[in-house]
Protein backbone atom coordinates (compact mmCIF):
# COMPACT_ATOMS: atom_id res chain seq x y z
CA UNK A 1 0.00 0.00 0.00
CA UNK A 2 1.43 3.82 -0.70
CA UNK A 3 0.30 6.76 -0.23
CA UNK A 4 1.19 9.93 -2.19
CA UNK A 5 0.66 13.59 -0.97
CA UNK A 6 1.12 16.27 -3.79
CA UNK A 7 2.17 19.73 -2.92
CA UNK A 8 3.54 22.50 -4.36
CA UNK A 9 0.97 23.72 -6.71
CA UNK A 10 -0.22 27.52 -6.39
CA UNK A 11 -0.51 30.50 -8.77
CA UNK A 12 2.44 31.31 -11.46
CA UNK A 13 2.71 34.33 -14.02
CA UNK A 14 3.42 32.92 -17.24
CA UNK A 15 6.85 32.36 -17.57
CA UNK A 16 7.07 31.30 -14.25
CA UNK A 17 7.89 28.09 -12.50
CA UNK A 18 7.12 25.83 -10.12
CA UNK A 19 8.14 22.64 -8.33
CA UNK A 20 5.54 19.91 -7.27
CA UNK A 21 6.61 17.38 -4.77
CA UNK A 22 4.71 14.20 -3.85
CA UNK A 23 5.92 12.19 -0.86
CA UNK A 24 5.15 8.85 -0.96
CA UNK A 25 4.47 6.85 1.94
CA UNK A 26 5.72 2.52 2.85
CA UNK A 27 8.85 1.41 2.42
CA UNK A 28 8.47 -0.18 -1.20
CA UNK A 29 8.67 3.30 -2.90
CA UNK A 30 12.66 2.68 -4.48
CA UNK A 31 10.30 -0.04 -6.03
CA UNK A 32 7.93 2.03 -7.91
CA UNK A 33 7.53 3.41 -11.12
CA UNK A 34 6.17 7.12 -10.82
CA UNK A 35 4.37 9.45 -13.20
CA UNK A 36 2.51 12.62 -12.77
CA UNK A 37 -0.56 13.56 -14.63
CA UNK A 38 -2.55 16.37 -15.08
CA UNK A 39 -6.23 16.97 -15.66
CA UNK A 40 -7.42 20.98 -16.99
CA UNK A 41 -11.70 21.43 -16.43
CA UNK A 42 -13.51 19.36 -19.21
CA UNK A 43 -10.67 17.90 -20.77
CA UNK A 44 -9.33 14.54 -20.28
CA UNK A 45 -6.56 13.28 -17.84
CA UNK A 46 -3.17 13.34 -19.61
CA UNK A 47 0.04 11.75 -18.81
CA UNK A 48 2.63 14.43 -18.51
CA UNK A 49 6.06 12.83 -16.90
CA UNK A 50 6.84 9.67 -15.85
CA UNK A 51 10.28 8.06 -14.60
CA UNK A 52 11.23 4.25 -13.73
CA UNK A 53 12.07 3.13 -10.17
CA UNK A 54 15.48 3.20 -10.18
CA UNK A 55 15.36 6.89 -12.08
CA UNK A 56 17.36 6.13 -15.01
CA UNK A 57 14.22 5.76 -17.65
CA UNK A 58 11.92 8.95 -18.13
CA UNK A 59 9.28 9.87 -20.43
CA UNK A 60 7.78 13.40 -20.88
CA UNK A 61 5.08 14.25 -23.13
CA UNK A 62 5.77 16.43 -26.00
CA UNK A 63 3.45 19.44 -24.72
CA UNK A 64 6.48 19.74 -21.74
CA UNK A 65 9.29 18.16 -23.20
CA UNK A 66 12.42 20.57 -22.31
CA UNK A 67 10.45 22.41 -19.59
CA UNK A 68 9.78 20.32 -17.47
CA UNK A 69 11.60 17.81 -15.39
CA UNK A 70 10.55 15.12 -13.44
CA UNK A 71 13.10 13.64 -10.43
CA UNK A 72 12.76 11.38 -7.70
CA UNK A 73 14.78 10.89 -4.43
CA UNK A 74 14.15 7.39 -3.14
CA UNK A 75 15.81 8.01 0.33
CA UNK A 76 13.11 11.00 0.82
CA UNK A 77 10.46 8.62 -0.76
CA UNK A 78 9.81 11.65 -3.12
CA UNK A 79 8.99 12.28 -6.72
CA UNK A 80 9.25 15.67 -8.15
CA UNK A 81 7.80 17.70 -11.29
CA UNK A 82 10.20 21.13 -11.89
CA UNK A 83 7.80 22.99 -14.25
CA UNK A 84 10.00 25.99 -16.14
CA UNK A 85 8.85 28.40 -18.45
CA UNK A 86 5.20 27.67 -17.38
CA UNK A 87 1.86 28.32 -20.24
CA UNK A 88 -1.31 29.62 -19.40
CA UNK A 89 -2.03 25.69 -21.02
CA UNK A 90 -0.29 24.27 -18.38
CA UNK A 91 -3.11 25.09 -16.13
CA UNK A 92 -4.89 21.78 -14.25
CA UNK A 93 -4.69 19.46 -11.41
CA UNK A 94 -1.78 17.56 -11.51
CA UNK A 95 -1.65 14.03 -9.55
CA UNK A 96 1.36 12.01 -9.11
CA UNK A 97 0.83 7.95 -9.19
CA UNK A 98 2.89 4.81 -8.74
CA UNK A 99 2.75 1.79 -10.41
CA UNK A 100 4.73 -1.35 -10.11
CA UNK A 101 3.35 -3.05 -13.22
CA UNK A 102 3.96 -1.87 -16.77
CA UNK A 103 0.10 -0.58 -18.08
CA UNK A 104 -1.14 0.02 -14.96
CA UNK A 105 -0.70 2.62 -11.95
CA UNK A 106 -1.82 1.46 -8.53
CA UNK A 107 -2.17 4.25 -6.29
CA UNK A 108 -2.63 8.09 -7.01
CA UNK A 109 -2.36 11.35 -4.62
CA UNK A 110 -5.28 14.31 -4.60
CA UNK A 111 -3.89 15.85 -6.61
CA UNK A 112 -2.45 19.84 -6.72
CA UNK A 113 -4.00 22.80 -8.51
CA UNK A 114 -1.63 24.40 -11.00
CA UNK A 115 -2.84 28.09 -12.25
CA UNK A 116 -0.35 29.96 -14.87
CA UNK A 117 -2.00 33.59 -15.98
CA UNK A 118 -1.34 34.98 -18.74
Known amino acids: QVQLVESGGGLVQAGGSLRLSCAAS????????MGWFRQAPGKERELVAT????????YYAGSVKGRFTISRDNAKNTVYLQMNSLKPEDTAVYYC???????????WGQGTQVTVSS
Open 97 to 107: AARRTPNTYDY
Open 51 to 58: IGASAIIT
Open 26 to 33: GRSFSMYA
